[in-house]
Nanobody
Framework: QVQLVESGGGLVQAGGSLRLSCAAS????????MGWYRQAPGKQRELVAT???????NYADSVKGRFTVSRVNAGNTVYLQMNSLKPEDTAVYYC??????????WGQGTQVTVSS
């Protein structure tokens, strides 16, 4: 089992910045991938950004150039730095952990609201 604890999020004006953090604990070994997904009201959950334990990143086109995903492997913590936020970035953001056995774990979610 893997537990994910998220922090950050909140309310920000358009053009502002926020930083999300997610700390993983539990059965963490071998290669893995951590990242962030989001779900807006009435929409499906979608990929935001991911980063592997080797440092390979992947971003949704909608956030490229504005968001940066990073991680500290020693602490199994992943960050999402969100700049130039737009109202359409408003969603619940979920931390995600994928292990080498292809088991997926989710955080409880944190609300990000961007006002226009």
């Amino acid at each position: 089992q893997v537990q994910l604890v998220e922090s950050g999020g909140g309310l920000v004006q358009a053009g502002g910045s926020l930083r999300l953090s997610c700390a993983a604990s539990g059965s963490i070994f071998g290669r893995n991938r951590m990242g962030w997904y989001r779900q807006a009201p009435g929409k499906q959950r979608e990929l935001v950004a991911t980063i592997t334990s080797e440092g390979t990143t992947n971003y949704a086109d909608s956030v490229k150039g504005r968001f940066t995903v990073s991680r500290v492997n020693a602490g199994n913590t992943v960050y999402l730095q969100m700049n130039s936020l737009k109202p359409e970035d408003t969603a619940v953001y979920y931390c995600n952990f994928l292990n080498s056995a292809l088991l997926i774990y989710w955080g409880q979610g944190t609300q990000v609201t961007v006002s226009s």
